[in-house]
Nanobody
Framework: QVHVEESGGGQVQAGGSLSLSCAAT????????MGWFRQVQGKEREFVAA????????YYGDAVKGRFTISRDNAKNTVYLQMNSLKPEDTAVYYC?????????????????WGRGIQVTVSL
């Protein structure tokens, strides 16, 4: 069984930066893509970013391209999300998934265990 836990987040003014971390513990397999999604209450969960198991390939949702950077440390089973130039529309609960599928077909979804989510709030 895999346990996923997000950390970081918080509140920042527009134009600022925040970073998120996601640690996977338990029966993890580093040879899979990990990634982030976000959700605003009342809306569907949206793909944010994913990274291949070696970290050689990264994938981003259109809304965050050029502003967010995903990275990973397989020795720590941890994936990171650096968020720059934040906008109020980035406000959401951010979820980590330890096994993101569908990135190559441009239809990413969380196949593995979800974290509990962490709030990111961007104010004007």
């Amino acid at each position: 069984q895999v346990h996923v836990e997000e950390s970081g987040g918080g509140q920042v003014q527009a134009g600022g930066s925040l970073s998120l971390s996601c640690a996977a513990t338990g029966r993890t397999d580093s040879s899979i893509a990990m990634g982030w999604f976000r959700q605003v209450q009342g809306k569907e969960r949206e793909f944010v970013a994913a990274i291949s198991w070696r970290g050689l390939r990264t994938y981003y949702g259109d809304a965050v391209k050029g502003r967010f950077t995903i990275s990973r440390d397989n020795a720590k089973n941890t994936v990171y999300l650096q968020m720059n130039s934040l906008k109020p529309e980035d406000t959401a609960v951010y979820y980590c998934n330890h096994d993101v599928a569908g990135v190559e077909s441009h239809a990413p979804y969380g196949f593995g265990t979800w974290g509990r989510g962490i709030q990111v709030t961007v104010s004007l």
